[in-house]
């Protein structure tokens, strides 16, 4: 379960500051099925990195299953973030001088898992995404919707229990998202957790939930 | 106009060849507005390339304006370029370490345009693209769908004939999405050419001829 209260996020950036969140609370219970929306540039990928741990609110509190993110220790935080939550970046983040399969190993590699059983598990990943093909390519060389297909595999390869996806169909034709769909409504049928961000009314349509961003609040 | 004829994309990369355009011919009219779909890896942003004369094809021929393409020499493909084309990528392609306004700025720099008229005329496709109240922000300092709207804007900076969109409104929220929509509409009921990629329905029943592209070829 996922509560956060008050969280408030301010950038600094010389003289300007953007209050890109001015106040948020929101819950959200194990094994729903969460869809953010609103305008662009209202503060949802704001909101989704710092409840993926991967930046902290300027005030607030966010608490994950009970304990105090604001309050972990660094190395903590990165092993809870490796084991429970697969992210899905708006911009993929795919380092560009590993090759697909690698990239989608990652996680694996983090927790330990064998060469062999990384290598079998990313290629399964993969073929889910219809990339079984592409496995040697660089990011650079994919077309744009093939990479947002490998930054889906690196979030679901590691099975976790909470799945943050930041607009992950943008760039993916109507049969490309609707397969994309699927597999998150199939993972969301089995117990996963699933906050996505989307500017598609399609997949709104299947979250159990619907929560509105505008210019930094909910509303 | 826009003549291409048995145009052919080869990627090769080691061992492996990738063909992405197996034998494209398109004829495009002065003052149309084409949709260009397919599902994803199918080859459109290959294509955009070769006719945005960002990229070369491994064969076939390309007539622009009565003139071919491929036996142009550098200099006069880049002035060509500058002056008649505008072109929003699929990633952007912003350059980080300049600000918004400089990013939109430089196509005017290298037609030199005066400073004083270049910042007035930045400012002003900018404010017409939303983002009036972002110029000193860098790339890294933007949402994505503002990221989209500043390649958009530094596209249409200069005024140019034609006008090649790979994708311009996969981050974009609805509302934004269709002031983008209706920005290109305008260009285009005033005798711009406009070359769009899309996924989006609500697009291709704008344009006024749509092309399909499924594996290389038009299907
Ligand atoms: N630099 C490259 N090297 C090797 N293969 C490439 C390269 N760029 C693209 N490809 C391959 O060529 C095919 C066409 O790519 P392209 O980017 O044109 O597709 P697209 O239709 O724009 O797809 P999307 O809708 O996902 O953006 C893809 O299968 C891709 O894997
Ligand atoms: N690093 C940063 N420094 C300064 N301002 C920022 C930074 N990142 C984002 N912003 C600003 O904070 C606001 C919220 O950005 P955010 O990326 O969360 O929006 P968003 O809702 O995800 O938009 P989109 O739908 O376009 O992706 C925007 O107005 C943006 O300009
Ligand atoms: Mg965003
Ligand atoms: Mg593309």
Do not use: W
Request: glycine share 10%; proline share 4%.
């Amino acid at each position: 379960i996922i509560e956060i209260s008050g969280i408030e996020k301010e950038y600094r950036m010389g003289k300007i500051t953007v209050p890109a969140l001015r106040g948020i609370d929101l819950t959200i219970m194990q094994g729903e099925f969460v869809a953010i929306m609103g305008p662009s540039g209202s503060g949802k990928s704001t909101l989704m990195h710092i409840l993926g741990c991967l930046d902290t609110p300027t005030s607030g509190d966010y608490f994950l299953d009970g304990e105090k993110i604001s309050a972990m220790k660094k190395s903590k935080l990165a092993a809870i973030r490796n084991s429970k939550i697969g992210f899905v970046f708006q911009t993929f983040n795919l380092l560009p001088h590993l090759n697909v399969q690698k990239n989608v190993e990652l996680p694996l590699m983090y927790s330990g898992v064998s060469p062999r059983k990384r290598a079998a598990r990313a290629r399964e990943v993969l073929s889910d995404v219809g990339l079984g093909d592409r496995l040697r390519h660089k990011p650079s060389e994919l077309s744009g919707g093939q990479r947002q297909r490998v930054a889906i595999a690196r979030a679901l390869v590691n099975n976790p229990a909470i799945i943050f996806a930041d607009e992950p169909t943008g760039n993916l034709d109507s049969v490309s998202g609707s397969d994309i769909l699927t597999i998150f409504s199939n993972l969301h049928a089995k117990g996963h957790t699933i906050v996505m961000v989307t500017h598609d009314s399609a997949v709104a349509t299947r979250a159990s939930t619907r929560v509105n961003i505008v210019d930094g609040l909910i509303g």
